[in-house]
């Protein structure tokens, strides 16, 4: 059984897999090969082999420079960060520009323990009329 993925799937010389499909740093298709072929190629050309798929069949695999695995994780991270957070709650609070002196008091309460909770808070005033 594989270990769990990481960062970057797996970097190196431990491929759990027999047969590979192996795509050269160029991002040309080797074909399938067996794991002590990869590997030989990988040493030829001092280059590593980065897992790309492994729910495929045979996993696929990319042989890669240092430069080329840290631009990838690079990138990786950079597209994580741009997407939501799924743990991040919103809340929203909208008031009068005439609001009493107690709930303004009762209102900035609630918007601090929001903040103590690491909420995001985002505050409407509408104009009295």
């Known amino acids: 059984q594989p270990k769990s993925k990481a960062a970057f799937g797996s970097v190196g010389r431990r491929i759990p897999y027999r047969i590979l499909h192996v795509i050269n740093q160029d991002g040309e298709s080797l074909g399938n090969m067996h794991r002590a072929e990869a590997l030989r190629l990988m040493d030829e050309h001092g280059l590593k082999l980065v897992l790309l798929r492994e729910n495929v069949e045979p996993p696929v695999y990319r042989l890669m420079t240092g430069q080329q695995i840290h631009e990838e994780q690079l990138k990786r991270a950079e597209k994580k960060k741009a997407s939501p957070k799924p743990g991040v709650v919103q809340k929203e609070l909208s008031f009068s520009s005439a ?31």
């Open 99 to 129: 609001i009493a002196k107690n709930d303004l008091e009762t209102k900035t309460k609630q918007i601090a323990q929001w903040i103590e909770k690491r909420h995001h808070v985002k505050v409407t005033i509408r104009q009295a009329k």
